[in-house]
């Protein structure tokens, strides 16, 4: 929860499979759509997300992609939420290195998410990780 507010919208993508990565995807530039973020941080925003999801699959095998939208009087605030049970980050600062894998990866996938949004953070431990990003829009 964001400044003790209640979400506006929230709604939930289960993530078992690379099709998931899609629905979560378009979820994303949908939701940023309704609330008039600009086509390019529409596929920002979107990206980031599948950037993350796609780590689900990778190294946790399942989990899922939550989104809340917060309204104050200023700002429309669209916050993904990517959980999963798995072993965990284990060194979320070394993660957000550019170039670092564990696997077989170009190790861009975070660093590049956190580059595409305006906010992205890590909370990890074995069996739970979740990373929020999110995106704010002035309202007009
Ligand atoms: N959900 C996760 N659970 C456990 N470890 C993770 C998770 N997401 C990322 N990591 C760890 O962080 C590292 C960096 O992730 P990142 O997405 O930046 O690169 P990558 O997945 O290795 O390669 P790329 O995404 O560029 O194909 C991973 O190699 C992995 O060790
Ligand atoms: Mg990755």
């Given amino acids: 929860m964001m400044n003790g507010m209640s979400p506006e919208v929230s709604e939930h993508v289960p993530i078992c499979s690379t099709k998931d990565i899609v629905t979560a995807r378009q979820k994303g530039r949908e939701l940023a759509h309704c609330f008039k973020f600009s086509k390019g941080e529409q596929t920002r925003f979107a990206t980031a997300i599948s950037e993350l999801t796609r780590n689900i699959l990778t190294y946790a095998d399942t989990g899922s ?46 660093p590049g998410a956190k580059r595409l949004v305006h906010e992205l953070s890590i909370k990890s431990e074995p069996g739970l990780t ?6 704010r829009q002035k309202k007009y």
């Fill in 65 to 110: 992609c939550q989104f809340y939208v917060y309204t104050d009087k200023n700002y429309h605030t669209i916050m993904a939420k990517i959980i999963d049970h798995g072993p965990g980050i284990e060194n979320p600062k070394l993660a957000m290195t550019d170039g670092y894998s564990s696997g077989n990866g170009l190790g861009l996938g975070l």
């Fill in 130 to 135: 979740q990373i929020e990003i999110t995106i």
